[in-house]
């Protein structure tokens, strides 16, 4: 059997993938991440797809990051708040040369150090490890804050889930980094309306979403999160905040399980491992979007 990362990159014609291009990227997020699921019957896929271009525009020019050294101390902090979906940071550190895409076929195995929710330890650019929701954006707002105090220019960038925005740690955290004016602090939500078990608005409805984070003292802008040129904009607008005395978020539309037909808005595929003819069948939609 050929190597993983030589049956990750098939569809490139033994081309290196230009993954400096956030449409690449993207897409080879949700191939790794259907190829690591697959391997270690791992679940979460659909908050994968979801999160891929959001990860992927962070990772092509928006965060100051050095592969080559991932702990230079003025690196730009990024937490994956949603850390159930850690195997897209994964793939997106992989692609971007932070360690060997090889290394992602271990990703859920027993001892191995890709775990099924992003973890910082011994893994090369990952900051934080989460996975009980709730949790990253006070972490971030602690980060933020000791950045701002020490006078260090570098930025907090927070992902989170929707669904997390339930937790009254989240409003905490909202409430705190306003009240320290941490202009340097950026968070965005994959906001694609669903969450554990039904919709975000059945289980509990976050609208006018956009206005509670303004109400708590926030730059708050909404855009298309499968749209990397929006997103790259509102990045850059997120960074033009710096000064404003207001932490920033930005609202990324998304659909859960975004790529995949049969995993679009199914929440099923929040759980479900991609086996047997789904996979096949998600495989064969995936190579047919390649960029």
Same mark, same amino acid.
């Given at each position: 059997?050929?190597?993983?990362?030589? $049956?990750? #990159?098939?569809?490139?014609?033994?081309?290196?993938?230009?993954?400096?291009?956030?449409?690449?990227?993207?897409?080879?997020?949700?191939?790794?991440?259907?190829?690591?699921?697959?391997?270690?019957?791992?679940?979460?896929?659909?908050?994968?797809?979801?999160?891929?271009?959001?990860?992927?525009?962070?990772?092509?020019?928006?965060? #100051?990051?050095?592969?080559?050294?991932?702990?230079?101390?003025?690196?730009?902090?990024?937490?994956?708040?949603?850390?159930?979906?850690?195997?897209?940071?994964?793939?997106? $550190?992989?692609?971007?040369?932070?360690?060997?895409?090889?290394?992602?076929?271990?990703?859920?195995?027993?001892?191995?150090?890709?775990?099924?929710?992003?973890?910082?330890?011994?893994?090369?650019?990952?900051?934080?490890?989460?996975?009980?929701?709730?949790?990253?954006?006070?972490?971030?707002?602690?980060?933020?804050?000791?950045?701002?105090?020490?006078?260090?220019?570098?930025?907090?960038?927070?992902?989170?889930?929707?669904?997390?925005?339930?937790?009254?740690?989240?409003?905490?955290?909202?409430?705190?980094?306003?009240?320290?004016?941490?202009?340097? $602090?950026?968070?965005?939500?994959?906001?694609?309306?669903?969450?554990?078990?039904?919709?975000?608005?059945?289980?509990?409805? $976050?609208?006018?979403?956009?206005?509670?984070?303004?109400?708590?003292?926030?730059?708050?802008?909404?855009? &298309?999160? #499968?749209?990397?040129?929006?997103?790259?904009?509102?990045?850059?607008?997120?960074? &033009?905040?710096?000064?404003?005395?207001?932490?920033?978020?930005?609202?990324?539309?998304?659909?859960?399980?975004?790529?995949?037909?049969?995993?679009?808005?199914?929440?099923?595929?929040?759980?479900?491992?991609?086996?047997?003819?789904?996979?096949?069948?998600?495989?064969?939609?995936?190579?047919?979007?390649?960029?």
């Amino acid at each position: 059997m050929e190597g993983y990362e030589a $049956l990750v #990159h098939s569809a490139f014609g033994g081309q290196k993938p230009d993954v400096t291009d956030p449409t690449v990227l993207a897409w080879l997020i949700r191939r790794n991440a259907l190829e690591m699921t697959h391997i270690s019957r791992g679940s979460h896929i659909g908050s994968v797809f979801s999160v891929a271009e959001i990860i992927a525009v962070l990772y092509t020019g928006v965060l #100051h990051v050095d592969p080559q050294n991932p702990r230079m101390p003025d690196r730009d902090r990024l937490i994956l708040s949603k850390g159930h979906a850690g195997s897209a940071v994964y793939a997106a $550190l992989a692609e971007t040369g932070f360690f060997p895409v090889e290394q992602l076929k271990t990703h859920y195995a027993n001892g191995a150090i890709l775990s099924g929710h992003v973890s910082h330890k011994g893994v090369p650019g990952v900051e934080v490890s989460t996975g009980s929701l709730g949790h990253g954006l006070g972490v971030g707002t602690g980060m933020a804050l000791g950045a701002k105090m020490d006078g260090e220019s570098w930025r907090t960038w927070v992902v989170l889930g929707d669904g997390e925005c339930d937790e009254g740690s989240v409003w905490e955290a909202a409430l705190q980094a306003a009240q320290y004016g941490l202009d340097r $602090l950026c968070a965005i939500v994959d906001y694609n309306h669903m969450q554990s078990l039904f919709t975000v608005a059945e289980t509990l409805k $976050l609208e006018p979403f956009e206005e509670k984070w303004k109400n708590f003292g926030w730059n708050a802008m909404s855009v &298309d999160g #499968h749209d990397v040129r929006a997103l790259r904009d509102a990045c850059a607008w997120a960074q &033009d905040q710096a000064g404003s005395g207001k932490p920033s978020v930005i609202l990324a539309n998304t659909v859960k399980g975004k790529g995949v037909s049969f995993m679009e808005n199914n929440i099923l595929w929040h759980y479900r491992t991609p086996q047997g003819e789904e996979y096949e069948a998600a495989l064969k939609e995936l190579e047919a979007q390649r960029p």
